[in-house]
């Protein structure tokens, strides 16, 4: 199921599975707890260099992608860089550390990592 959404948005578990698209200005998408099996797609589809994506973990959880897993640090995709069609899916699942966090599974774009 695809979402259009125009502003910050706080998913939940129960949102699991959709994809959220949006086309203009930077959009936060807030990430529920870790919990394995939950999984979410956010797609720009604005003008090129017309939006800026950010996904952010609760304070406790990581995002594994854009080179080393770092807690507590938003996922990017910049204005400076998105393109229309850019996307992240993010799953959340058991690392090889044992620790649930959450993974990028397949992209379109260049994701950075909140400094």
Partial sequence: RTVDVSANTTLV???SGKTYRFKRGTII???PATAPGLVYTFL???????????VSPAAADGIAAAGTAVVNKDLIIATASIKKGDFVTIV???????????HVTVQRGVVTKEA
């Fill in 29 to 31: 998408f807030t990430l």
């Fill in 44 to 54: 720009y589809m604005g003008a090129n260099g017309g939006g800026q994506l950010q």
């Fill in 92 to 102: 959340s699942g058991v690392g090889a550390t044992g620790v649930t966090a959450w």
């Fill in 13 to 15: 578990a129960a949102d």
